[in-house]
């Protein structure tokens, strides 16, 4: 009994150990000091199109239409595809200069139905470079030029570097998710780049050639359709890589209950999808080729909270097995994930967050994490978020 329980104390430890060393890895390598450089300005800038996936989106439309509108050049084209739209976000894009196209089939909702119907109508007129754009995003200057030039020297999908930020009222800005939102899509992506391997999509400024369009299947009402996205383009040969100097930014909604809901899709998204990279780790195709492997691994990272709550649990057992006196080994392992977990996201801090999360608002830390672990258990029964709702920006 008591190598049992030894035994299993000293797996799960083991197992949880493989995702915090890779986070742990990424963020030390994404902290190092410079940008990652890539011999990209002098490729020729391909024409484009921009792609923007829109639900119930009116009051927020025109701006970020304008915004996109200023970094167009001649031969390119915008695009809004308004899904399932229940007010006049159709009418208020066209007004501000793009061409729209509607869709309704509330019986496939979702952002990845909104992409495949856009994309079928752009097949009459391609471009060679499609850059997808959310409807709630506003490109940093240059950031559409970067995209088509990545693209162009590489022949692979880019990614910009897509954070939120926080909206009109710093008073009550949500520092710790803005750090962690900054991990997850700018200290990572750096990191997975500089060790050569290609990053995850992200959801906003993702640019795809007009080759790769035919390989992957956007039909679907996935939660986080983007992270599937990159890791079917890598498995067709299409191997995101980041475009660091293209700039794409949001702001996190300024209500309790936008927040929520937004984290919610996030995480249990995210676990789905985690959950089937079990699966795909495993087979020949992905343990014979080292981008998907990568990918794939970086996927198995699970959602920061969850991370640190079970680094927690692990050394709370092992210290329970090593004060039983079964062996020390267990709480050694949990210990030394813990002191990665605690490595990684320090230099990360350190060298990115302190301007997003001073040090003052480390004692928000606790909190927050207690107000994301509710949401797991949740998605563990089966009850995950399943539908594309817009988030709620109106302030409270």
């Known amino acids: 009994m008591e190598l049992a329980i030894w035994l299993l104390a000293l797996i799960a430890s083991g197992l949880l150990a493989v995702p915090t060393f890779i986070y742990a890895a990424e963020c030390l390598l994404g902290s190092l000091p410079g940008t990652v450089s890539r011999t990209t300005k002098h490729a020729p800038r391909l024409p484009l199109v921009v792609l923007v996936p829109a639900h119930d989106e009116e009051q927020g439309i025109a701006a970020a239409l304008q915004n996109i509108v200023a970094q167009l050049r001649s031969g390119d084209r915008l695009l809004v595809v308004a899904d399932n739209c229940s007010d006049q976000t159709a009418m208020v894009a066209r007004a501000a200069g793009a061409e729209v196209i509607e869709r309704q089939d509330p019986s496939k909702r979702g952002k990845g139905y909104a992409l495949d119907f856009g994309l079928a109508h752009l097949a009459r007129d391609p471009r060679p470079v499609v850059v997808i754009v959310d409807a709630d995003c506003r490109l940093l200057p240059g950031a559409l030029d970067a995209l088509s030039r990545a693209v162009s020297a590489t022949g692979r999908p880019a990614q910009s570097s897509y954070l939120m930020v926080a909206g009109s009222n710093p008073a009550r800005r949500p520092a710790v998710a803005e750090f962690a939102f900054l991990v997850k899509n700018l200290v990572r992506p750096r990191g997975l780049a500089r060790a050569g391997f290609p990053c995850q999509m992200t959801g906003s400024g993702m640019a795809i050639p007009w080759a790769a369009i035919g390989s992957i299947e956007l039909a679907h009402g996935h ?17 995101p890589l980041f475009c660091e100097e293209a700039g794409v930014r949001s702001d996190f909604p300024e209500t309790v209950e936008g927040r929520d809901s937004q984290r919610r899709r996030w995480e249990h998204g995210h676990l789905g999808m985690l959950a089937a990279s079990f699966k795909r780790l495993l087979s020949r195709r992905t343990l014979g ?18 991370l640190a709550a079970a680094v927690a649990a692990v050394i709370a057992v092992g ?78």
């Open 223 to 239: 939660l986080v359709e983007d992270m599937k996205l990159g890791l079917d383009l890598a498995g067709a040969g299409y191997p």
């Open 289 to 306: 080729d080292p981008n998907r492997l990568a990918m794939t691994l970086d996927v198995l990272v699970p959602p920061l909270t969850l």
């Open 319 to 396: 210290a329970v097995v090593a004060g039983l006196g079964f062996g020390l080994a267990p709480l050694s392992v949990a210990a030394a994930s813990g002191i990665l977990l605690l490595i990684g996201t320090g230099a990360a801090w350190v060298a990115h967050g302190r301007q997003v999360m001073p040090a003052r608002s480390l004692l928000k830390i606790p909190g927050y994490m207690l107000g994301k672990v509710w949401i797991y258990p949740r998605a563990l029964i089966g009850r995950s978020e399943q539908n594309w709702i817009r988030t709620d920006r109106t302030r409270s």
